[in-house]
């Protein structure tokens, strides 16, 4: 092994797919009602049912401390790093990254240790990550990966729709509010990630099935031609939208492996229940 991937829970990938790659995850911290939950095993369902009938999910950033300590862990090792993390635009776990990472280079000057701000999250975050496997595998090198995924990241297109916008007001994580609240009843706004890693609304559309039809055809558009895509569908507990989005994207084009997950509890809790979300590597204009 060249050198170790290393990502963190918000990239949303399953855990086979981390074993099998040898990657490793740092986890966020999140709690329910005010307390951090204890031997907590994650079922979507009713996570995101708990959700519904009001309770409170808050998360934290992670320290600068917690990610020296997972840095090192590989560095001190003799292995070299590359580190893909949430969405700057979104959380400041990048910047105390960043701020451990500048500490330990300084400790281990023969070391490489590559950060990339991912713009985005869950499967946006993802995606990159599998992309890092596998040039990995391929004999990339750390400097060499980590430059080719800090020039994809503009690449990857992120649409997704929300049920309840209170989800993402409550964290500050919509950077133009005002853009996306309807006036009509059923109005749904169709969000994105766009270039500073942020979440903006670009549309609003009058119920809930022409909001998943204009994700399709979003990907019908911008969508990258002539190679095989890899293209992620992330829901918090809505897996029947799912579905048909997938029965979308299949009308479309079928030259395309299709990841499919629940929205992990962090991410999941800024989003809220009932969103829905489609990843893939397109054109830039879209973004």
């Given at each position: 092994?060249?050198?170790?991937?290393?990502?963190?829970?918000?990239?949303?990938?399953p855990?086979?797919f981390l074993?099998?790659?040898?990657?490793?995850?740092?986890?966020?911290?999140f709690?329910?009602?005010?307390q951090?939950?204890?031997?907590?095993v994650?079922?979507?369902?009713?996570f995101?049912?708990?959700?519904?009938?009001?309770k409170?999910?808050?998360?934290?950033q992670?320290?600068?401390?917690?990610?020296?300590?997972?840095?090192?862990?590989?560095?001190?090792?003799g292995?070299?790093?590359?580190?893909?993390s949430?969405?700057?635009?979104?959380?400041?776990?990048?910047?105390?990254?960043?701020?451990?990472?500048?500490?330990?280079?300084?400790?281990f000057?023969e070391r490489?240790?590559?950060?990339?701000?991912?713009l985005?999250a869950?499967?946006?975050?993802?995606?990159?990550?599998?992309?890092?496997?596998?040039?990995?595998?391929?004999?990339?090198?750390?400097?060499?990966?980590?430059?080719?995924?800090?020039?994809?990241?503009?690449?990857?297109?992120?649409?997704?729709?929300?049920?309840?916008?209170?989800?993402?007001?409550?964290?500050?994580?919509?950077?133009?509010?005002a853009?996306?609240?309807?006036?009509?009843?059923?109005i749904?706004?169709?969000?994105?990630?766009?270039n500073?890693?942020?979440?903006?609304c670009?549309?609003?559309?009058?119920?809930?099935?022409?909001?998943?039809?204009?994700?399709?055809q979003?990907?019908?558009?911008?969508?990258?031609?002539?190679?095989?895509?890899?293209?992620?569908?992330?829901?918090?507990d809505c897996a029947?939208?799912?579905?048909?989005l997938i029965?979308?994207?299949?009308?479309?084009?079928?030259?395309?492996?299709?990841?499919?997950?629940?929205y992990?509890?962090?991410?999941?809790?800024h989003?809220?229940?009932g969103?829905?979300a489609?990843?893939?590597?397109g054109?830039?204009?879209?973004?």
């Amino acid at each position: 092994m060249s050198f170790t991937i290393m990502t963190d829970t918000s990239a949303n990938l399953p855990e086979e797919f981390l074993r099998e790659n040898d990657i490793r995850c740092i986890s966020y911290t999140f709690m329910i009602d005010g307390q951090e939950p204890k031997d907590f095993v994650f079922e979507g369902k009713r996570f995101y049912d708990d959700m519904r009938h009001g309770k409170i999910v808050t998360t934290s950033q992670i320290s600068p401390q917690r990610y020296a300590d997972f840095f090192r862990s590989e560095l001190s090792a003799g292995r070299d790093v590359l580190f893909v993390s949430m969405s700057s635009g979104i959380s400041g776990s990048y910047n105390s990254a960043s701020i451990a990472a500048a500490d330990l280079r300084e400790e281990f000057p023969e070391r490489k240790l590559r950060l990339v701000d991912a713009l985005g999250a869950s499967l946006g975050e993802g995606i990159l990550v599998i992309y890092a496997a596998r040039m990995r595998a391929a004999g990339v090198g750390v400097d060499a990966a980590a430059d080719r995924l800090l020039g994809k990241r503009y690449a990857i297109c992120q649409v997704f729709t929300v049920d309840d916008l209170r989800y993402l007001k409550r964290g500050g994580r919509l950077s133009n509010l005002a853009a996306a609240v309807g006036t009509v009843l059923q109005i749904k706004p169709l969000l994105k990630g766009n270039n500073e890693g942020k979440i903006v609304c670009f549309d609003k559309l009058r119920g809930r099935k022409r909001a998943i039809e204009a994700m399709a055809q979003s990907f019908d558009t911008y969508a990258l031609r002539g190679e095989h895509l890899t293209v992620g569908i992330a829901h918090a507990d809505c897996a029947d939208d799912a579905e048909k989005l997938i029965g979308m994207l299949r009308a479309v084009r079928d030259d395309m492996e299709i990841i499919t997950v629940v929205y992990e509890p962090v991410t999941g809790s800024h989003v809220g229940p009932g969103t829905l979300a489609l990843f893939f590597e397109g054109s830039t204009d879209f973004r």
